[in-house]
């Protein structure tokens, strides 16, 4: 069936070390994908997405390139922020009779100075 | 701000009471939806309403029931409250472009 993989955390890096979060999916059809991230007491919000093979979504500084031959869509960013600190998930979206959005189990975050 | 409301923010509930947990959003989505998140667990789809008029059930939903009102607001209900409905639970809305979520309700059942 259609999931998502993300790596397992929680990761621990220092302030303006390089990040990478490594995301797979499998899916039977073309999907969309997202990166939405959570903070700590908050709901989840749309980082960035890509809707088709060699997009890349870009905000805040992270970035994302969606891989059609490698089913990936590992998230970067080149120098994390204490303010970072959050859990990541990994999407995916089908266009079926309704917009069914697909969940990794989310990758913990955590910045220090 | 344009977004999704949820309320209440917090409860505490006895086994065996009910409530419902209200959602609305103000972006004229057509689809909405209902999550529990438990540590370990993820984000488990609890009913979804693909458009107004429709709900249909998702990954999680005994013990719940849904009402798709109008185009805003989608509505939780628990008819008798259980110790394992104890979570955080989102509502989400969207355009088909990602969701939008709530800033959720986080319900302890005791």
């Known amino acids: 069936g259609d999931s998502v993989t993300q790596m397992e955390g929680p990761v621990t890096l220092s302030e303006e070390a390089f990040l990478t979060i490594n995301c797979t999916y499998t899916a039977t059809g073309y999907p969309s994908l997202f990166w939405y991230v959570q903070y700590p007491g908050e709901g989840l919000q749309l980082l960035l997405k890509?809707?088709?093979?060699?997009d890349k979504g870009s905000n805040k500084g992270f970035e994302a390139t969606y891989r059609k031959e490698t089913t990936s869509f590992h998230l970067e960013k080149g120098s994390v922020q204490v303010s970072d600190s959050a859990v990541y998930f990994c999407a995916l979206s089908l266009k079926t009779s309704y917009d069914k959005v697909i969940f990794g189990p989310g990758t913990s975050l955590s910045v220090i100075p | 701000n344009a977004g999704v409301t949820q309320t209440p923010k917090f409860q505490v509930l006895k086994t065996g009471q009910s409530m419902t947990l209200q959602c609305a959003q103000d972006m004229n989505h057509n689809s909405m939806y209902w999550y529990r998140q438990d540590p370990g667990m993820g984000l488990r789809l609890i009913y979804y309403s693909a458009s107004e008029g429709t709900t249909d059930k998702g990954e999680v939903p005994n013990g719940y029931n849904v009402s798709r009102l109008n185009k805003r607001e989608f509505s939780l209900r628990l008819e008798s409250a259980a110790p394992s409905q104890t979570s955080v639970y989102f509502c989400?809305?969207?355009?088909?472009?990602?969701?939008?979520f709530g800033s959720g309700t986080r319900l302890t059942v005791v």
């Open positions: 890509a809707t088709k093979a060699d």
């Open positions: 989400a809305s969207s355009n088909g472009y990602g969701y939008t």
